[in-house]
């Protein structure tokens, strides 16, 4: 059973990175697509960005100016890093497995979610 | 304001139906991509209920049930029980925004 566990600062100063890295246990990292989704009260879930074990992205266009997604697939990880961040990046971050279906994928498997506050 | 639009609340009373819409547009739910419901009980990650319309992965109790038509979705909950009270999302992608987009969420209250 593939688990997943975010983990990083959870304190952030604006204008600075925010750097997370999420860990795959239970499984291999060269089976699916991973993704990042953060939830806050202001925004809701929102989708963040996705990485493919061979790197291949795709992030969002709302966030790709500020967004890395990398993978290290000798650590079964993969990791988030946004620039630049102001309070309204102040979230609970999650990493999820991609359910690939036909008709657009959904997330089958999430982490248990990582409070991120960017604060002074 | 979310993408996909769901009410903010619904509630019922133990062993009763209730029913969560979830309405989309042209570029997601009316393209025809599928829709997904997630279940998020408090202080916990969202948990896949349904995928692809209407399936139910493994463990979700037959209770759970989903359906799709032109440009909405709904997720039906028969024989309420007071562990159903939770945080519903609906999801699905979206051609214009090029990702995935969420419904706001709906809060459902067993009385």
């Known amino acids: 059973q593939v688990q997943l566990q975010e983990s990083g600062p959870g304190l952030v100063k604006p204008s600075e990175t925010l750097s997370l890295t999420c860990t795959v246990s239970?499984?291999?990292?060269?089976?699916?697509?991973w993704s990042w989704i953060r939830q806050s009260p202001g925004r809701g879930l929102e989708w963040i960005g996705y990485?493919?074990?061979?790197?291949?992205?795709n992030y969002s266009p709302s966030l790709e100016s500020r967004l890395t997604i990398s993978v290290d697939t000798s650590k079964n990880q993969f990791s988030l890093r946004l620039s630049s961040v102001t309070a309204a990046d102040t979230a609970i971050y999650y990493c999820?497995?991609?359910?690939?279906?036909?008709?657009?994928?959904?997330?089958?498997?999430w982490g248990q979610g990582r409070m991120v506050t960017v604060s002074s | 304001q979310s993408v996909l639009t769901q009410p903010p609340s619904v509630s019922g009373a133990p062993g009763q139906r209730v029913t969560i819409s979830c309405t989309g547009s042209?570029?997601?739910?009316?393209?025809?991509?599928?829709v997904h419901w997630y279940q998020q009980l408090p202080g916990t990650a969202p948990k896949l209920l349904i995928y692809?319309?209407?399936n139910r992965p493994s463990g979700v109790p037959d209770r759970f049930s989903g359906s799709k038509s032109d440009t909405s979705a709904s997720l039906a909950i028969t024989g309420l029980q007071t562990e159903d009270e939770a945080d519903y999302y609906c999801?699905?992608?979206?051609?214009?925004?090029?990702?995935?987009?969420f419904g706001g969420g709906t809060k459902l209250t067993v009385l």
């Open positions: 999820a497995s991609h359910y690939i279906n036909t008709g657009g994928d959904a997330f089958d498997i």
């Open positions: 239970g499984g291999s990292i060269s089976s699916y697509y």
């Open positions: 990485i493919y074990y061979s790197g291949t992205t």
């Open positions: 042209s570029s997601n739910i009316g393209a025809d991509y599928d």
């Open positions: 692809g319309n209407t």
């Open positions: 999801q699905s992608y979206d051609s214009s925004l090029s990702g995935w987009v």
